[in-house]
């Protein structure tokens, strides 16, 4: 399906603390962004609208999740569906 695209979402993303502005700065160091660093890591790539992201990392604070997606159009809901999971737990 073809999105629109969303004028709001880049400003929104850049001021979102869970979201990774400059990814290729923390290549080989992804640990390290976390609160938790020896946690397991699980990436998700091509999260989409973080479905699966919003059920699971609300539920598993002992794993660090990264989702990954390569347009901000569907990053943008995922940001805010993750934001309304923990918002609600
Ligand atoms: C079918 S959706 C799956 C979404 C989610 N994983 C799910 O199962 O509900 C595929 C996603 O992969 C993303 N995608 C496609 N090519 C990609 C790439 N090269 N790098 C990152 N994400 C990509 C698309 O933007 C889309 O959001």
Do not use: S
């Not at 929104?12 to 390290?32: I, K, N, Q, S, Y």
């Not at 479905?51 to 699971?56: E, T």
């Amino acid at each position: 399906m073809r999105m629109r695209f969303k004028p709001y979402a880049r400003p929104e993303l850049l001021a979102c603390d869970f979201h990774v502005h400059e990814p290729l700065t923390h290549g080989g160091h992804w640990h390290e962004t976390y609160a938790r660093p020896d946690q397991p890591w699980h990436l998700e790539l091509g999260c989409g609208k973080g479905g699966f992201l919003a059920q699971l990392a609300p539920r598993h604070p002992d794993i660090n999740y990264l989702g990954i997606d390569i347009t901000d159009k569907v990053l943008i809901l995922a940001k805010r569906k993750v934001e309304a999971a923990y918002a609600e737990r």
